[in-house]
């Protein structure tokens, strides 16, 4: 007999439970179509929310946040903004306009309301979401998370010097991305027209810096205007192209928006005066972009990039891109302050131009299939970004409703002078505070303001273009032991002199030797010295 094979059986597949099958079918019909996720979105929210959480730790410096936290505190105290300075006694009677004075108060009200890990909130939430814009912009373009990720760490590194430090500047930054994301949206939505205005009112009441959005609104125009005029030669075609008078409409709109705040056309002329007072030229991250600088190589190795990725990519580019990049790019290395509005930009049109040249390869190698979505991966992300809120200070506060641990002094910058704080609090109590001015250090001149002694009249703080320039150029010539630094000190009638040991060592040496001086507290950070004789 013949036997009969039977042919090979293709391996049984595991069966799977109903109720999961049922389970999954459940999910997948309660979640909104809208609000599905793909695997990609849940690796987008594990990298950003690893981000917010290491940055909730990240030390609040011990600059301009306290000096802006001190006049919200004086804000809220009084309703009503100062006419003039309020806070620095040798600049009193000097006219101030508070271009930040919504952040200050948000700022006091978060911090006197919820705490120390409040501030810590707003800064990481600040920040990881400025990121998180620029991802969802890079990846619609670019449909590369690889691309993607690489948009964000050269953005990390290029701002991460001013990014460090919490001040309203921050609030700017976002507005600036915000903005960015509207006009290089690819789609015309009607909300648009209520959306830049409105973020224009609450920037110009947040931060001086919305003329830098101004300024990107006029390039979107100027440069689609010129790009037509190339292309048709006609200054007709500019005239009815609608996405030019959009641009134009937009501007106008948002430059309006600006007068919704408490100076109205005074604000404008009080931007172009700071960013033009002498005192301020002579700050460090005032002056002009260097190589030597860590945000200077930043910048150098993405405008290489950048380059490449021009000279290499298949997609047209704009006049817009073009007028941007140099305009802002020309402004931050005059200015390496102005780096901050560059960078989002680079990044920004080099992920798209990449995301263009890696298509280009890729449609000849093999086939792109679009991610799936679904409702599981949905609720993969919420709960990747519940746990990531979880473990942050703010997150613990929330949701256990104790921040105890979490002490004010344990989430200060190191540089941060807390002894020094303590030192005159201290003598203050027991009225052995100097009468008088008490000279400090420029960079200590806003904690001073928040958490020193009432009595405590310091000698200038970070608002350096409310200080006289006669009283700018007396600090310079003090902090450099400069001819005739004794002559000043008592011209002012400097009675204690609160220094950092890192910048006024020189200083502090001659302090030491004069007879005149007497030191009465030192740590790692600071030192204190009184007069032994007060005039």
Not at 208 to 219: D, E, I, Q, T
């Amino acid at each position: 007999m013949t036997a009969v094979m039977t042919p090979p059986q293709p391996p049984r597949a595991e069966s799977v439970p109903q109720t999961q099958l049922a389970d999954a079918s459940l999910l997948e019909d309660k979640v909104p179509e809208y609000l599905k996720a793909s695997r990609t979105t849940a690796g987008f929210a594990l990298a950003l929310g690893l981000m917010y959480v290491l940055l909730s730790f990240h030390p609040l410096w011990h600059t301009d946040l306290w000096g802006h936290l001190a006049y919200g505190r004086l804000i809220v105290a009084t309703k009503s903004l100062p006419t003039t300075e309020p806070l620095m006694p040798l600049a009193a009677g000097v006219p101030f306009i508070d271009t930040a004075w919504l952040s200050q108060v948000i700022g006091f009200e978060a911090m006197n309301r919820l705490g120390v890990t409040s501030l810590l909130f707003m800064y990481a939430a600040s920040i990881t979401t400025m990121a998180g814009l620029l991802v969802w912009r890079g990846y619609q373009r670019s449909q590369s998370a690889a691309i993607t990720l690489a948009g964000l760490l050269l953005w990390l590194w290029g701002c991460w010097q001013h990014l460090s430090i919490m001040r309203p500047q921050m609030a700017g930054m976002l507005c600036f991305v915000l903005l960015l994301i509207l006009v290089t949206s690819r789609h015309r939505r009607t909300w648009h027209w209520v959306a830049v205005p409105a973020l224009f009112a609450a920037w110009a009441n947040l931060h001086g810096s919305f003329l830098v959005g101004l300024v990107l609104l006029a390039g979107m125009a100027f440069g689609r205007g010129l790009d037509l005029a190339v292309r048709c030669g006609e200054f007709r075609a500019i005239r009815r192209d609608s996405q030019v008078r959009r641009y134009v409409l937009m501007l106008e709109l948002a430059a309006t928006a600006v007068l919704l705040n408490p100076y109205g056309l005074r604000l404008y002329a009080e931007v172009f005066a700071i960013a033009n007072h002498p005192n301020v030229a002579e700050l460090t991250e005032w002056g002009p972009l260097q190589l030597r600088m860590a945000q200077g190589q930043a910048t150098a190795v993405i405008a290489l990039l950048l380059i490449a990725l021009y000279r290499l990519s298949p997609r047209r580019v704009t006049a817009a891109e073009v007028l941007l990049l140099f305009g802002f790019g020309a402004a931050a290395l005059w200015s390496s302050r102005m780096l901050v509005w560059w960078v989002p930009l680079a990044v920004t049109f080099g992920m798209q131009h990449a995301g263009a040249i890696w298509h280009q390869w890729r449609s000849n190698s093999e086939a792109q299939f679009p991610a799936q979505r679904s409702g599981r991966w949905s609720v993969i992300t919420a709960g990747i970004l519940s746990i990531c809120f979880a473990f942050t200070p703010f997150g613990g506060r929330v949701l256990h409703g104790n921040d105890g641990k979490f002490k004010l002094e344990k989430m200060l910058s190191r540089a941060t002078p807390l002894g020094v704080i303590e030192h005159l609090k201290k003598r203050s109590d027991q009225n052995r505070l100097p009468r008088g001015l008490a000279f400090n250090t420029y960079e200590w001149g806003d904690y001073l303001l928040w958490a020193g002694p009432l009595k405590l009249k310091v000698f200038l703080a970070s608002h350096a273009h409310l200080v006289p320039r006669e009283v700018w150029n007396d600090y310079v010539t003090i902090s450099n032991v400069a001819s005739g630094w004794e002559e000043t000190l008592d011209r002012y009638g400097v009675n204690l002199i609160a220094l950092d040991t890192a910048t006024h060592a020189s200083l502090i040496g001659r302090l030491r030797e004069n007879e005149n001086w007497q030191q009465t507290y030192s740590d790692n950070v600071g030192v204190v010295f009184v007069r032994r004789k007060a005039i």
